[in-house]
């Protein structure tokens, strides 16, 4: 059973990757602006390679983050990023 939310088509492929993936980085460094964001998450909801970039780029942040803090690095998160990277 697919919801209609689903069912909006999203690009597969994006014409402005390499921007969005520097938007991305920005974002996961904290350092883009509230407009950057917001103008961000609406390009992701309608861009299928920029969602999944940035999700596993968030993954990834997350996973340095603990490794720096040297906390074990949950087995979920590993999951989540390996699963990302399939999904690319
Ligand atoms: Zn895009």
């Known amino acids: 059973m697919v919801s209609e939310a ?6 597969t492929s994006c014409e402005h990757q390499a ?16 407009e950057q964001i917001n103008q961000f998450k609406l390009n992701m909801s309608t861009c299928l390679p920029c969602e999944k970039g940035y999700e596993l780029e968030k993954c990834i ?25 399939s999904m690319l």
């Open 6 to 11: 689903e069912k909006i088509q999203k690009k």
């Open 19 to 34: 921007e969005c993936m520097k938007m991305v980085q920005l974002i996961v460094d904290g350092q883009a602006s509230d």
């Open 61 to 85: 942040k997350e996973t340095m983050q603990l490794r720096l803090e040297r906390k074990s690095v949950p087995v979920s998160l590993i999951d989540c990023i390996k699963q990302k990277i």
